[in-house]
């Protein structure tokens, strides 16, 4: 807790030399001298508390333009990131998630976003498929893919012939960033197929 210009101005009055030349109550306006020199090492002493709370990107105000620059932010996955708070949470998780291949990491990292989700992957040891699909995993075909279920309702647009265009977003809360970060995050040899649940 930082101190106040009080308890440095008691400071340095504690640590005058003994003697008349020296009395607290100086007619010259010794304690004068101390208030003034107090309220600056108080100033001093706050703004070394206020950079621990700029030590950390959650807390962070004054230095979130500097913590973005050291963390490649923002990346294609997190330019809507305006608001402050926004920008605080994507640079705490850029800095504090690290890559894992589980599906408990993925669903952790799912979870940071505000999505729920569950991880599938292709094994008839696990899952029950139609012969055709299960003969096609057994031979290997997705060995490298699987599947991420975002159990968070999603607002969906329709896409409309005539009245949409190519490259129209499909999804308006969140499910593309949820799967940008996904994607950035997979072992780059394998494929991810995202599912969402009905509304």
Known sequence: MPRDANAFAAAFEALLPQGLAWARN???????????????????????????????????????????????????????????????????????????????????????????????????????????LTALIAGGKYRYVWRVHVLTETDFSVFRTGESDAGDLLSEGGGLDVECVINAAKPSHTHVIFTYEEP
């Open 26 to 132: 100086h007619p010259l306006g010794l304690g004068d001298l101390f208030t003034g020199m107090a309220q600056e090492f108080a100033r001093l002493d706050q703004r070394v508390e206020d950079l621990f709370e700029e030590a950390d990107p959650r807390t962070t105000y004054e230095l979130i333009d500097e913590w973005e620059s050291q963390l490649g932010l923002p990346d294609p996955c997190t330019a809507a990131a305006v608001t402050l708070n926004a920008r605080q949470v994507v640079a705490w998780r850029k800095l504090a998630i690290q890559a894992g291949q589980t599906p408990a990491f993925y669903v952790a990292l799912a979870a940071s976003l505000g999505f729920d989700i569950e991880i599938h992957e292709f094994d008839p040891a696990v899952d029950v498929y139609d012969g055709a």
